[in-house]
């Protein structure tokens, strides 16, 4: 129901005046941004910028090295222009468009130079140092999208990076063996640590929004990884049992200290840290990976059914979340995926009663007790937030 139906129903049980009702009317529509002049402006700066390489890309043998050199520093520099005029003028869209084309424009400069006088063809490098150039640039940005991309970019190309040096890829290729599961989890760790840092140093807000973006991205990626990937692969195998293996233990004993810690330091900060439920969603996610790691490939019911704890533990903090920030729109939505999920686990166990007419009636009743009792348990979480506003 949009704003102005909810104003008609209040106006008519005089909850408000028509007075009010046009007051508001206004406010919101000063308010309000049309997202369709933003999302057309990095479409369109997004298409220049590949359509400028892939022009470049096409000629590329025709032209001479000089000239490559002069019309990529041509428009460098016009766009620069471009952002340093805007920028005066307040144009906060057009200037971020033109900040995601000036950050591509660089990209392709790096691989000219490089294709010019044979610096190799290491993508990762490339990426990196891209990564490190644009960083003045990411931190005058005013809006999330650039920051998104550049984190992701200076974080895998980073950890890539790291991942070159032997001793550490050797290390790394004996934990994945060790635990899997583990190295998904000291990602997410990490992820939040990280922005938790830049936060508390003020380093950037939209860096620190970005990180946060990727982090809640990465927990989704590890749950559907864990709900998908494992109870279909039948090709990974266990070769040593985790339970009595030393490493698999002394690996979950540093990556539940170095929880331990964060989690500690972040609520010494403050009490009230935002950053505090996610510590203990983290925590539980913990524990199940580690049960997944025991028993993954000894018992295929005990795997899937661990697995989907994973989901349910994030559906809850969902409709948690919901509830914290006082919006409905993420408690239906958590309700929503704990009801597909349960729907889904029926199918899993009891997948042969659907065949049979009895069974399709036992399969709806089962599935209307559960409906009407998360219904039930939404229905009282929303009645609190009502109260909780009248307060």
């Known amino acids: 129901m949009n704003i102005s139906k909810k104003l008609q129903i209040w106006e008519s049980a005089q909850l408000i005046s028509s007075e009010q009702k046009e007051k508001i009317l206004n406010y919101e529509q000063k308010q309000s941004r049309p997202l369709l002049y933003p999302a057309f402006l990095f479409i369109s700066a997004f298409c220049i910028g590949i359509g400028i390489l892939s022009l470049i890309a096409y000629n590329w043998d025709k032209l001479p090295d000089s000239l490559k050199l002069i019309s990529d520093f041509i428009l460098l520099t016009v766009c620069g222009l471009l952002v340093y005029k805007t920028t005066e003028q307040k144009k906060k869209t057009i200037t ?3 900040k995601i084309l000036y950050a591509l424009l660089l990209l392709s400069s790096i691989g000219l130079i490089g294709q010019i006088y044979h610096l190799g063809d290491d993508l990762n490098a490339a990426l990196f140092f891209w990564s490190l150039i644009t960083f003045p640039l990411v931190l005058s940005c005013k809006k999330v999208i650039l920051p998104i991309i550049w984190t992701y970019i ?3 190309t980073a950890v890539i990076k790291l991942l070159t040096i032997d001793i550490v890829n050797q290390y790394f290729e004996q934990i994945v063996e060790i635990s899997p599961f583990w190295v998904i989890w000291m990602n997410l760790i990490l992820y939040l640590g990280i922005g938790q840092l830049i936060s508390r140093f003020d380093i950037s807000k939209k860096i ?3 990180v946060k973006i990727l982090f809640v991205m990465n927990i989704i990626g590890s749950v559907l990884f864990m709900e998908i990937f494992i109870p279909l692969d039948n090709s990974y195998e266990i ?11 002394i690996l979950w004993l540093i990556g539940i200290t170095a929880w331990g810690i964060a989690l500690f330091l972040t609520s010494k900060t403050s009490r009230k840290n935002k950053e505090i439920p996610y510590y203990v969603l983290l925590g539980i996610m913990g524990v199940i990976m580690i049960t997944l790691n025991l028993i993954m490939g000894r018992t295929n019911i005990g795997t899937e059914i661990t697995a989907s704890l994973l989901s349910f533990s994030v559906f809850l903090f969902v409709i948690y979340k919901g509830n914290q920030k006082r919006s409905k729109k993420l408690i239906n939505l ?8 349960f729907f889904i686990i029926y199918i899993q166990v009891f997948g042969n009663m659907m065949t049979t007419g009895l069974g399709l009636i036992l399969s709806g009743i089962i599935f209307y007790l559960i409906g009407s009792n998360i219904y039930k348990l939404s229905h ?6 009502e109260e909780s506003k009248h307060e």
């Open 239 to 249: 070769t040593t049992n985790p339970a009595v293996n030393k490493a698999f233990w």
């Open 208 to 210: 620190a929004q970005a």
């Open 96 to 98: 971020e468009s033109l």
């Open 334 to 341: 958590g309700s929503f995926l704990i009801s597909v999920r």
């Open 154 to 156: 200076f974080y895998t």
């Open 380 to 385: 009282k979480i929303h009645s609190r937030l």
